[in-house]
C-alpha cells in the first residue's frame, strides 16, 4: 500500500513549457486534490475531484487544468508554465465514511521551478 | 470563506520542554486535521480530530468545535519535533472536501 505517490518530484521548466504532474492513489479514495505550497505560506487548493470524471476549482485554479479520467489518478496540468507557478505541488487524497469527507492522505510533494 | 488562525506563528524550545500551539477557526467545521511538515517538506498526519480529545505517544490533541478552536500540545519535546505545524479546516456548510489551512507554527526544539 504505497499511499499517495506523485510523479515527478523535481521538474525544471522554461517559461512557455508544458507539463503534467501525475497523482496516483491505491486506498480506493474518493476524493482528491492539488495544493500548492509557496515559501513560508500554508497550502492552497488548486482544484479538486470528488470522484470519477469530476473535478472543480479551488482557491488558485488559473493557469491550471485538472483531469480524473480513473478513479486513482488525478492530473494537474500546466499548459505555458510562468514564473509565478514556481512552487511545491502537493496532492492528496481523503475517503467518505458513513456519508462523511474525513482523513485526507498527502503526496511526497512535486518541486517545481520555471525559469 | 472561513479563516483560519494558528499561534504562535514562531516557537523555539529547549529539548525537553513542552509547548501548545492553537487554531482559532471562524466558522463552524465539518472535519479538522493536524500536520506536521518535517524540514523535508513531508507533511505527516498527526490527527484528524473535529471534535474531542485525541492523544499519540507525546502528542495530544483537543478541538472544542462549539469555541472554534483546537489544541495541539507537544510533550517532552525532541529535536525531531522541528518543523512546521498545519491545522487544516473543512468548512460545515459543505461535504465537497476543500479545506482551508492555517499559515502554520514554525517549532525549533533545540538540543
Known amino acids: 500500500n504505497a499511499g499517495v505517490t506523485q510523479t515527478p518530484k523535481f521538474r525544471v521548466l522554461k517559461t512557455g513549457q508544458s507539463m503534467t504532474l501525475l497523482c496516483a492513489q491505491d486506498m480506493n479514495h474518493e476524493y482528491m486534490y492539488w495544493y500548492r505550497q509557496d515559501p513560508g505560506m500554508g497550502l492552497r487548493l488548486i482544484h479538486y475531484?470528488?470522484?470519477?470524471?469530476?473535478?472543480a476549482k479551488g482557491e488558485v485554479p488559473d493557469g491550471y487544468n485538472v483531469s480524473r479520467l480513473k478513479k486513482q489518478n488525478f492530473l494537474l496540468g500546466l499548459e505555458s508554465a510562468a514564473p509565478s507557478q514556481t512552487s511545491v505541488y502537493f496532492c492528496a487524497s481523503s475517503y467518505l465514511q458513513g456519508g462523511r469527507n474525513t482523513e485526507a492522505f498527502f503526496g511526497q510533494g512535486t518541486r517545481l521551478t520555471v525559469v | 470563506g472561513i479563516q483560519v488562525e494558528q499561534s504562535p506563528p514562531d516557537l523555539i524550545l529547549q529539548e525537553g520542554a513542552n509547548s501548545t500551539l492553537r487554531c482559532n477557526f471562524s466558522?463552524?467545521?465539518?472535519?479538522l486535521q493536524w500536520f506536521h511538515q518535517n524540514p523535508w517538506g513531508q507533511l505527516i498526519n498527526l490527527f484528524y480530530?473535529?471534535?474531542g480529545t485525541k492523544q499519540n505517544g507525546r502528542l495530544s490533541a483537543t478541538t472544542v468545535a462549539t469555541e472554534r478552536y483546537s489544541l495541539l500540545y507537544i510533550s517532552s519535546s525532541q529535536t525531531t519535533d522541528s518543523g512546521v505545524y498545519f491545522c487544516?479546516?473543512?468548512?460545515?456548510?459543505?461535504?465537497?472536501?476543500?479545506?482551508?489551512f492555517g499559515d502554520g507554527t514554525t517549532l525549533t526544539v533545540k538540543p
Open positions: 475531484s470528488v470522484g470519477e470524471g469530476t473535478t
Open positions: 487544516a479546516i473543512r468548512p460545515g456548510n459543505t461535504n465537497a472536501g476543500k479545506s482551508t
Open positions: 466558522d463552524s467545521v465539518n472535519n
Open positions: 480530530i473535529p471534535s
